[in-house]
Every structure is written in C-alpha cells, then in structure tokens.
C-alpha cells in the first residue's frame, strides 16, 4: 500500500513525535509511505529523513497553489492513501486528493479546540470532512467536538484512540533526582497552565519534603513561568529543562506525571508515562479526564485549582500504597488501549475499507 502523510511541519510535538512513530510501523509492514510538510522540516523531520523516509517540504504559499500542487503530485504519484494530520493539511490536501482519485482520503483531528470555539473555522473542517472518507478524532471528546460543528458528516467520524511506543527503561542517576517528582513534558504554551501547577507546588512543599517538579520542554510562556517561580521562592524545587530531544530518563525517573492544563488533547506524553507504569495527577478535563476515568490510573483536579492540585501531590506523595496500585492500572491501561500498534492497526482497518487488503 502506498500511503502519503501530509502535516503542517515536522517540529517537535506530540502530533509529530505521533506521525512519525505511524510512519516507522507503516514502514517496517511493507509498506510504501511518503511525508509531504507544508511549512519547514523540523528537528523530528531531520529524524525522519535521517532514516530514509521519503519526505518533501512544500514550502509555504497560498492555499489554491499549494492544493493544485498537491493535485499534481497525487495524479503523477497515486497514492492509495492521503492521511491528514490537523486542520491545515486537511483544507490544504483532502480535495486535490479526491479530484485525484485517492482510493482512501483520511483526516486526523490531533488537537482539541475549545467549546464554545471557532464556529467558523470548524464549520469549514467539517466541510472538508465530506471530501475525506474518514475524519478521526483521538479521543471521544474529540470526536463530540467534531460532531457538534454544523456539516459533521456523522457517519464518517470515528475515534482511534492515540498509541505511542513503550519507554524502555534508561539510567537516571545524572538527571540528580532527591525526592518525589512530578514531571511535566510538552510544549510551553497558555493553555497548558502550568502556573497552577507551580503554584501547587509552592503549597505542597512544606508537607512532601524533597519534593520536585521538573518541565520538559520549550515555548512562549517559559519567561513568564520562570517568574513565577522566582516571585514564589521555589527555585530548589522547580527546574526547567528545555527542549529535550531523549526524554526517556525523564520518565523513568518520574514519580508522578503531572499536567494543569485548561485544554488537552489526549497528550502523547501522558501515554509514553504510562507505558512505565507512572501514575498521574491530571486536571480533569477533556481527552486526559477521559483516560483516567478509562484506566483509574491517577487523580483528577479542578481546572485552575492549585490547592486541590497541592492536596493531591500531598496525598500521592504519602500514600505508597495507593501510587502502587495506580501504577498497575496505569501500565495494564497502556497495553489495552494506548500501544502504538493498536493505533496503527485502527488506521490500517478504516484504510482497507477503501483500499482493501495489502
């Protein structure tokens, strides 16, 4: 089977990390896969090529140039498959990709838009949706969200769910680990609202010592968190570690996998946490409520809550029982729905309905 992926670029995120991962299964099952960017490679593209994947970057331009070229390169390569990734490469790629005949065009809805959102925006990704023989959400609030828009073609939208491949486990000495951790990985961006984390942090500490909280990653609110702990004193506590391209001894040497955010997805970190057994302390909302309630694998606040996020952390740190039985909850709800083959065989299943076996 031939299949092209078009996404928006290859930077790293969890949409990236994601596609890539899809691409190396599809790959090592035989098939032909291809990656097409709209805008520029990224860390996770130079990866991806590095390994021999075939990936070309458009370049960016106005939306009728890049779909005639799209149309152009699905007429002369014809692909069986046009799996897009997110809104852009959906209104960009699903229908060049009909005109051109593609036996299976699929989208994928990697992130969650907030209700009320946009009626505009996803009244038009929905419009696109019809030119699509799938439209995915990865989780079940995803695909409420898409059902919701006006044009939802109801019958087209599914859930598969997303997988990632397990972390193995790695050393962690180096990383100077003194005491119960949190860990947060992902981009640094508003919506994550790691100031109420920080915050909670700031309250638990007398009550768990040792306690740290490490940030994995790199974004446009960095300054303004980075402030806030110094304006909170927590600095022996709290330690931003940038961009990391191995973020396995991160995980491995996590107690707990924490995330404040107001809106989420269903993170690919929360997932890779998981994969090691690691328990969770999530605010309760859409795509990472959703998995606790699925897996009972962690403890779920209120949105903007630091206190509740404190007596948790505090709870957690104290009770080495209860982080055990999370820890099995979490690792055997990884194996039944969060592998990256279960993912990969769900896409592969809704591809054969169009293209059948091969």
Request: charged share 20%; with cysteine.
């Amino acid at each position: 089977m031939k299949i092209f992926h078009a996404v928006y670029s290859l930077e790293m995120g969890g949409a990236e990390v994601l596609v890539g991962q899809l691409c190396r299964v599809q790959r090592a099952a035989g098939h032909e896969v291809a990656i097409y960017c709209y805008s520029n490679l990224g860390v996770v593209g130079e990866g991806l090529r590095a390994e021999g994947f075939s990936i070309k970057v458009l370049g960016e331009a106005h939306p009728l140039r890049t779909m005639r070229r799209y149309f152009r390169l699905f007429r002369e390569l014809k692909p069986d498959v046009v799996h897009c990734h997110n809104v852009a490469p959906t209104t960009q790629a699903a229908i060049p990709a009909w005109l051109a005949r593609v036996r299976c065009v699929i989208s994928t809805r990697h992130r969650l838009e907030l209700y009320p959102y946009d009626r505009k925006a996803e009244t038009q990704y929905n419009f696109m949706g019809w030119f699509c023989d799938w439209v995915t959400g990865i989780c079940q609030v995803t695909c409420d969200n898409l059902l919701r828009a006006p044009l939802a073609r109801k019958k087209k939208i599914v859930r598969v769910y997303n997988g990632t491949i397990r972390v193995e486990r790695v050393e962690t000495a180096q990383l100077g680990k003194r005491g119960f951790t949190l860990l947060f990985i992902g981009r640094l961006a508003p919506e994550k609202d790691l100031g109420t984390l920080i915050r909670a942090v700031a309250l638990a500490k007398e009550q768990v010592p040792g306690l740290m909280f490490w940030i994995v990653g790199d974004g446009r609110t960095r300054g303004e968190w980075e402030k806030l702990v110094e304006e909170l004193g927590v600095g022996e506590q709290v330690k931003f570690w940038g961009q990391q391209t191995a973020t396995a001894q991160f995980f491995c040497a996590a107690d707990v996998f924490a995330m404040s955010s107001f809106s989420e997805g269903l993170p690919v970190s929360l997932l890779q946490s998981m994969s090691l057994g690691t328990p969770a302390i999530l605010t309760d909302v859409d795509g990472m409520g959703e998995v606790l309630r699925l897996t009972e694998s962690g403890l779920l606040v209120p949105v903007n809550d630091p206190a509740a996020f404190a007596a948790a952390i505090v709870h957690m740190a104290g009770d080495v029982e209860l982080r055990a039985e999370l820890s099995r909850r979490a690792l055997a709800g990884y194996e039944a729905h969060f592998t990256l083959e279960r993912m990969a065989d769900g896409y592969m299943e809704l591809y054969r309905t169009r293209v059948g076996p091969g």
